[in-house]
């Protein structure tokens, strides 16, 4: 079955799917992006992704393309014509077309919005889960506003392609202070020998994770005591446990740091229980919307 598109109000065969050589997305990067997971069927954390679009859209001053009961439908059917069960969904919003020119155009230039949907088997996500992964560190090198989820990535692409040369699967970046900030493309976690999870706070320098959130409400429901503080590459070395969160990885165990094994090398627990505790919540709160556009 060929892959459907939509863009800016029609549903194209995704190989067809087309923008303006002028769009200030591909001219400057200046647009933003959503990826929701979906899991049987259901979009996860739709709200928060929208919420969270919103926001990005309001930071960079870019109106929102249509209203959210119409983004929302729009998404359910590029879902049902695409039939992923498993997958993820991916909503692009750029400023629109314009001559290319620094400044911002006319306000009434139309934004562009573009969405795709592909499948993604759950089976080999949970092999990497049960296995664990390896991360290394890198100098995070992005700029000073990544809590908007702008569509400029290159430090990520950079980030995570020296990443896969070294034959890890992420890369940890690290501030000029020695703290981890984020992954580039994920939010990083530690458990102490507390029995503590510790996630960096809340600030410009990582994006606010939407599974992140999910998984500190999951914790709590658990009894996990979760600590909102900077970490250093050190102290994670040292943890008892770590992971990382995305919508593209939910809760992923890490067992290496820059060669280092973490504990004995094993995917933890915590991280397990978790893992299977947010795809449980996630999609007990996707079934309680499943009806409710609005």
């Not at 493309?185 to 530690?190: F, V």
């Amino acid at each position: 079955m060929s892959r459907i598109a939509y863009v800016n109000g029609s549903y194209v065969p995704h190989p067809a799917a087309r923008v303006h050589i002028e769009d200030r997305g591909f001219q400057f990067a200046d647009g933003v992006y959503e990826v929701c997971g979906v899991l049987d069927g259901r979009l996860l954390d739709e709200r928060p992704h929208l919420d969270r679009l919103e926001r990005s859209l309001g930071e960079l001053r870019i109106a929102m393309p249509m209203g959210r009961r119409a983004l929302r439908l729009v998404m359910r059917e590029l879902i049902h014509r695409n039939r992923i069960r498993d997958g993820l969904l991916y909503i692009q919003v750029t400023r629109g077309v314009a001559p290319r020119d620094h400044k911002f155009p006319a306000a009434t230039t139309r934004p562009t919005v573009v969405m795709t949907a592909r499948r993604q088997a759950r089976r080999p996500l949970d092999r990497i889960a049960e296995e664990g992964v390896r991360v290394v560190t890198m100098p995070d090198i992005r700029w000073r506003r990544c809590d908007i989820k702008s569509v400029s990535l290159l430090p990520n692409v950079l980030a995570k392609q020296a990443a896969r040369e070294a034959g890890a699967f992420e890369a940890w970046l690290v501030d000029d202070e020695g703290f981890v900030t984020e992954g580039s493309s994920t939010n990083a976690w530690i458990l102490d020998a507390a029995g503590r999870l510790i996630t960096r706070h809340l600030d410009q320098r990582i994006l606010h994770g939407i599974t992140r959130r999910l998984v500190m409400e999951v914790a709590a429901d658990l009894g996990i005591a979760v600590e909102q503080r900077a970490f250093t590459v050190e102290e994670a070395k040292q943890a008892r446990e770590a992971f990382l969160t995305a919508a593209t990885a939910f809760v992923t165990p890490v067992i290496e740091i820059d060669g280092a094994v973490i504990a004995n090398g094993a995917p933890g627990s915590i991280a397990l229980s978790l893992r299977k505790a947010y795809a449980e919540a996630s999609i007990a709160k996707a079934e309680s919307l499943s009806g409710q556009i609005t």
